[in-house]
């Protein structure tokens, strides 16, 4: 009896706790910077040190799911084509990027810091 009496009352003051602990909170905002956007293709990359056959199983293991059709109904929902291209052509593609608003950046007076 008594332990049902003692869990009945930790349950009931469970919520004042975490009220308590929310309270304290702070107020301030906080900035936080993150480079590039969670689920972004960012999360398709590996180091460039990684071994070439490593990197083609993974690309392999990629395709292989990305042509499922869970797979294939999730990517018609999304606002942007998702782009399959092999490791060299995805590494020529970025660099093309950078390259691009790098000259982008340069030409609006922007300059790394």
Do not use: C, W
């Not at 960012?42 to 040190?49: T, Y």
């Not at 060299?88 to 950046?105: C, L, N, Q």
């Amino acid at each position: 009896m008594m332990k049902k009496l003692a869990t009945a009352l930790l349950l009931a003051l469970a919520p004042l706790v975490a009220f308590s602990q929310a309270a304290s909170f702070p107020t301030k905002p906080i900035r936080i910077v993150v480079p590039f956007n969670a689920g972004s293709g960012a999360s398709f990359f590996v180091h460039a040190e990684t071994p070439d056959d490593v990197t083609n199983k993974l690309y392999e293991g990629f395709r292989k799911v990305m042509a499922s059709p869970e797979a294939k109904a999730y990517q018609a929902t999304l606002p942007a084509m998702l782009m399959d291209l092999s490791p060299p052509e995805m590494r020529a593609f970025v660099s093309a990027e950078y390259e691009r608003f790098k000259r982008i950046a340069h030409s609006a007076g922007i300059e790394a810091r």
